[in-house]
């Protein structure tokens, strides 16, 4: 029992969550604008022990939209959808693939 | 017949007059010429309707007047030593009367609860966060001040498929930053790319609106203007030279903490194909 009750609200010294000590673990899903109301996601920085192939198949069925994989030289493969998926695809990655949510990074608008 | 529908108001206006200011009597004169002299009255009777008004609220809010004029602190100690001595004193002297008498002590006692002045202590207190309010925001723990308040985007459509962000440069000085830093920041964050027009507003390509403007401004704040340790938006972004990392050292509270650099990640390829 601390006296102080103060500290027990904010403990200013704890982690905050989001330390760069693994930077890699992160999955960063992105939307883009084409021409027009058109838009496409990406998908990049899913670990390599899931299969992507097997991922994109069930997700292009799943949100009814198209899909690829692109191989990038240096963020490795990256899936690519149509349209705005974002809010889909992190959900179906932490209740399909139970992947922390945290380390799932949603960018755009 | 005219006169008959104008002899009423006249007499309205007569009323009016003898009820407001007892002293004129500008009666007969209203008889003699009706039209242009009323209207000049009507007038001159709403002035003074206003100026007796202010007379009668005058007094009462004398008294937050007086408080607000205590803007001056150091006349404020001063009152308020002057109160607390001068209950002091009260308070033994009533204590030497309440050796004999048990009584009145309990009155005393009162007193000393509710005056130094006519003020309780809840209202010297509610009086002290007000003025403090107004006069330092910053230090009453309101940080939605003037100071870091973050004016709204401004986003305009540039043709139908850009976006002209107008006031990039005025919310990257509000928030202490770098605009480059933030402009970087967008399009990393908006997966676009664009250039600084010749009045310093951004153009975007693709469409924008500022609700969405707001949400990764809202995003850039979190990641790169808040401090984590006291919420604090009084915040400095430094690049060390020796290891080319950004940290952001409060100015608050003076911790600091690393900053990922920004990364665009994986750009699709969007438009014309890349030439095999
Ligand atoms: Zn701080």
Redesign the interface.
């Known amino acids: 029992m601390s006296t102080i009750q103060n500290l027990t609200a904010f403990d200013p010294f704890a982690d905050t969550g989001d330390s760069e000590a693994q930077p890699t673990n992160y999955i960063h899903i992105r939307i883009q604008q084409r021409n027009g109301r058109k838009t496409l996601t990406t998908v990049q920085g899913v670990p390599n022990e899931y299969d992507l192939k097997k991922i994109l198949k069930v997700l292009k069925k799943d949100f009814a939209c198209n899909g690829n994989i692109v191989k990038d030289d240096e963020l490795g493969e990256v899936i690519q959808l149509q349209g705005d998926q974002r809010v889909k695809v992190s959900e179906f990655l932490t209740t399909q693939l139970q992947l922390p949510k945290k380390n799932i990074k949603i960018h755009g608008f | 017949m005219s006169d008959l529908g104008f002899d009423p108001s006249l007499k309205k206006k007569k009323k009016s007059k003898k009820t407001d200011e007892s002293g004129e009597s500008p009666a007969p004169e209203s008889e003699g010429t009706p039209a242009v002299e009323d209207e000049l009255f009507s007038g001159l009777k709403k002035k003074k309707k206003k100026s007796t008004k202010a007379f009668e609220m005058s007094p009462t809010p004398g008294e937050e007047d007086l408080s607000s004029s205590f803007d001056d602190l150091t006349l404020k100690k001063k009152k308020k030593k002057k109160s607390t001595k001068t209950t002091a004193d009260d308070f033994e002297q009533q204590l030497e009367e309440a050796g004999i008498e048990e009584v009145p002590a309990e009155a005393t006692e009162e007193d000393g609860n509710v005056s130094s002045g006519g003020f309780t202590y809840e209202e010297l207190l509610s009086r002290f966060f007000t003025i403090l309010k107004t006069n330092n925001p910053e230090l009453a723990g309101d940080r939605s001040g003037p100071k870091f308040r973050i004016p709204p985007p401004i986003c305009q459509r540039e043709g139908s498929?850009k976006t002209l962000f107008a006031n990039v440069q005025e919310i990257a000085t509000v928030l202490q930053r770098n605009p480059e830093h933030l402009i970087q920041f967008l399009f990393?964050?908006?997966?676009?790319s664009g250039s600084i027009d010749g009045e310093k507003r951004l153009v975007l390509?693709?469409?924008?609106?500022p609700k969405?403007?707001e949400?990764?401004l809202r995003r850039y704040i979190i990641e790169y203007v808040t401090c984590?340790?006291?919420k604090s938006m009084n915040t400095e972004l430094k690049r060390e030279s020796a290891n080319r990392l950004h940290f952001l050292s409060c100015k608050a509270c003076g911790?600091t903490?690393?900053v990922?650099s920004i990364k665009t990640?994986?750009?699709?390829?969007?438009?014309r194909r890349k030439k095999m």
Not at chain 2, 188 to 192: D, I, M, S, Y
Not at chain 2, 265 to 271: E, N, R, V, Y
């Open positions: 498929k990393a964050e908006l997966g676009t390509k693709g469409k924008f609106q969405q403007m949400s990764v984590k340790t006291c911790s903490r690393s990922s990640g994986f750009q699709a390829q969007i438009g």
